[in-house]
């Protein structure tokens, strides 16, 4: 739909956008990024023929630009208006009549039926026919930026060219009409934006063009302009890279500049024992990854129960329950981890392990009613369990990679499995060693402060105290446990 090669030019002798070529398929919605001065304002200008070009060619359906007439070019292509004080003689709904003006021909310019269904189709499209007949004047910013756009649907263009389009929209409206745009490609509309919004352009765009400087730092679909060393390298920022949650695109988070903190360690010391809970309270919010039955995930938490329930406990609506039970205590759920065991408070058991540079303070509860030796096939896993569950709480002192967390809980998983062995739990169907039960629960949380730890296998540092801390805190609660029931 429009091809640009080679483009360079500006403003008089200097030049702004030097050697930029790229292609945008028609349905395609393509993003321009890059930041404040880098040129994406000017190559857009060249695109619509507002600025001569210096060099270098562009078609438009395979014509050069040059070639079209301005009201011919109009019919092909729109561009978003910028508000100027002339707008505010008008009305909303004039405001868009002005987009019909390259479908009007002859020397009396008429206004046909087809004209006022367009238009009104723009306005209903854009939410804007609610305030038609409101002049510009009375609308806020972004009311008035969906006007523009709307004037420039009703222009009724193969090719959309936007400046920030996103600009002075609030959430749901900034959603709205990327959804619009998304629906309006997808029906064949081609569409080139600026964006400032990296995760929105990430979001919606098929494609993203990275200015740096007036030339193409890099092209290509989200995920390969989306790297944090591209966008360091351009913006100067650092900022870190996660998934979306829900859609497989990637999001970039800004870093804050850090600020001097002291270490935090969590310690036996903040263990407060109820009889029917433990909990933990960090005097820090600690990144968390857990399986818990309340704060599951990933998340930052400040608060870590662990409740006893009765063996009859009933899990029909448990998640309800538990939420109630823990907001009674008084935890915030959106701060607390909270998990369930039927052992007794009392048997559990905790270890601190300091090696190297990190220390770990792990806290487990350890009931085996149900074990389970997980490399054997089972009947069903409806079948009726004696109630049992081993909850294991890692803390570790240091600034964990995600790495780290994930080869934490390998570890974790594995010194568990090992305590199980040593201490002879045994699989009573299949009647082997068992390596764990049916519904054990575990999180890794970290202070994020103190010495960086990218692994935490086996045989690193924080592995070694995660692998030592779990080992002998559910050895020690498997004991006592042990004892406690014995005749
Ligand atoms: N009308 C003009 N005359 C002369 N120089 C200009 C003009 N408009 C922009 N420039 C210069 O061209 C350079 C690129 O500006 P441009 O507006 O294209 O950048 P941009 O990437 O769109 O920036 P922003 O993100 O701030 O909108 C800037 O250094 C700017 O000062």
Redesign the pocket.
């Known amino acids: 739909m429009i091809q640009a090669g080679e483009l360079s030019g500006?403003?008089?002798s200097?030049l702004?956008v030097r050697g930029v070529s790229f292609s945008v398929k028609k349905g395609e919605l393509f993003g321009v990024l890059?930041?404040?001065?880098?040129?994406?304002?000017?190559?857009m200008n060249m695109i619509s023929g507002l600025i001569a070009l210096e060099s270098g060619t562009i078609l438009v359906k395979g014509k050069p630009i040059q070639d079209y007439s301005p009201k011919e070019l109009a019919r092909v292509m729109a561009v978003l208006p910028q508000m100027t004080s002339s707008h505010f003689a008008y009305s909303v709904k004039e405001t868009v009549s002005l987009g019909r003006y390259a479908h009007q021909s002859g020397f009396f310019k008429s206004w046909t039926a087809d004209d006022e269904k367009v238009v009104l189709g723009a306005l209903q499209k854009t939410g804007t026919l609610a305030f038609a007949y409101k002049p510009l004047s009375a609308l806020s910013g972004g009311e008035r930026q969906r006007v523009f756009l709307a004037q420039a649907l009703a222009q009724e263009p193969e090719i959309l060219l936007l400046d920030e389009p996103t600009n002075h929209l609030d959430l749901s409206f900034q959603k709205d009409l990327l959804d619009l745009l998304k629906k309006m490609t997808a029906d064949g509309l081609t569409v080139i934006s600026?964006f400032?919004d990296l995760n929105l352009a990430s979001l919606y765009c098929d494609r993203l063009l990275l200015?740096k400087n007036?030339s193409v730092h890099t092209i290509g679909a989200a995920a390969d302009i989306m790297k944090e060393e591209h966008i360091h390298d351009v913006y100067n920022t650092d900022v870190q890279k996660q998934p979306h949650p829900e859609v497989p695109k990637p999001q970039m988070s800004l870093l804050p500049a850090a600020s001097v903190e002291n270490s935090i360690e969590i310690t036996e010391d903040m263990i407060e024992w109820h009889s029917d809970y433990i909990s933990i309270k960090s005097p820090i919010q600690l990144k968390v990854l857990s399986s818990g039955v309340i704060g599951a995930g990933w998340g930052w938490r400040s608060a870590f129960v662990n409740r006893h329930v009765d063996k009859n406990y009933n899990m029909d609506h448990f998640e309800k329950e538990a939420s109630c039970y823990f907001q009674e205590k008084g935890f915030d759920l959106h701060e607390t981890v909270g998990m369930m065991t039927a052992v007794m408070m009392e048997d559990a058991a905790y270890k601190r392990i300091v090696q190297d540079d990190v220390s770990v303070f792990a806290v487990a509860t350890a009931g085996v009613g149900n074990a389970v030796d997980v490399s054997r096939q089972r009947k069903s896993w409806k079948e009726k369990h004696k109630p049992g569950t081993i909850n294991i709480w890692v803390f570790a002192n240091g600034k964990l990679s995600e790495e780290a967390f994930v080869q934490g809980l390998m570890t974790a998983a594995e010194a568990k499995a090992k305590a199980l062995a040593d201490a002879g739990v045994m699989d009573l169907e299949s009647g082997t060693i068992a390596t764990g039960t049916s519904t054990d629960s575990i999180l890794i949380a970290s202070t994020q402060r103190g010495a960086y730890q990218q692994f935490a296998g086996s045989v690193t540092p924080l592995g070694i105290a995660i692998g030592r801390a779990v080992y002998e805190s559910v050895t020690e609660s498997l004991e006592k446990t042990r004892r406690r029931k014995a005749p």
């Open positions: 500006g403003y008089g200097g702004i890059g930041p404040n001065g880098s040129g994406k304002t000017t190559l600026i400032h200015m007036g």
